[in-house]
Structure formats: structure tokens, C-alpha cells
């Protein structure tokens, strides 16, 4: 059993900038996928970002390509996702998410354990 814990949301402006942080409960996270997923107002829930157990792989929807830096401290349990070049569209609530499988995937459903959730709202 895992359980994940964000923190790091809040308000912003358009062009600033946020880090996401997720802290897992177990002994065993470097076995973990870990994800990040979005949830907009009136929206599915859709992929951001994905990292591998060991950190050397990690995958990115072509939204937050080039912006968004998804890495993570397994001495510390904790997954980061670094946001840049924030927009108004990047605005949802955030989900740190683990998968027991060494491969990353972009699939909700291949996910077995999330968190509560973060919201990140930024203005125009």
C-alpha cells in the first residue's frame, strides 16, 4: 500500500512559475512509476508527466513539453514536478499518482495508487 500526499499548488500569473511536490508512504518507492496528472473544471483527468523507478526515463504530454520537469528523490520518497511558463490553461487540480511496474505509462488506468490532489490556478 502506498499513499501519496501533494503539496505545492496555489495561485499564480500567466509566465510564473510553481514546484509540485509528492511524498509517498513504503519502503519500496523506487520500484514505482510515478506520474502526474491534471483534472480542469468540466474536464477528464489527463496525463502531464511520468517518470521510472530509477529517474533515467520520463515522458511528457506535447502540452507541457518543454515547460513542465517531472524528477524525483528516492532517499526522500518524493516525486517534483517543476512548472515554468505557466498559462491559464495549465490551470486544474494537480495528481501525483504511483504505478507498482517499472514502465512508465500515460494511462490513468495503469495507475494504482493517487493523491488527493493539488489545486494550481493561474490568472491572466
Known amino acids: 500500500q502506498v499513499q501519496l500526499v501533494e503539496s505545492g499548488g496555489g495561485l499564480v500569473q500567466a509566465g510564473g512559475s510553481l514546484r509540485l511536490s509528492c511524498a509517498a508512504s513504503?519502503?519500496?518507492?523506487?520500484?514505482?512509476?510515478m506520474g502526474w496528472f491534471r483534472q480542469a473544471p468540466g474536464k477528464e483527468r489527463q496525463f502531464v508527466a511520468a517518470?521510472?523507478?530509477?529517474?533515467?526515463?520520463?515522458y511528457y504530454a506535447d502540452s507541457v513539453k518543454g515547460r513542465f520537469t517531472i524528477s524525483r528523490g528516492n532517499a526522500k520518497n518524493t516525486v517534483y514536478l517543476q512548472m515554468n511558463s505557466l498559462k491559464p490553461d495549465d490551470t486544474a487540480v494537480y495528481y501525483c499518482?504511483?504505478?507498482?511496474?517499472?514502465?512508465?505509462?500515460?494511462?490513468?488506468?495503469?495507475?494504482?495508487?493517487w493523491g488527493q490532489g493539488t489545486q494550481v490556478t493561474v490568472s491572466s
Open positions: 499518482a504511483a504505478r507498482g511496474n517499472r514502465y512508465p505509462s500515460q494511462q490513468e488506468y495503469d495507475y494504482n495508487y
Open positions: 513504503g519502503r519500496t518507492f523506487s520500484t514505482y512509476t
Open positions: 517518470i521510472s523507478g530509477s529517474g533515467v526515463s520520463s
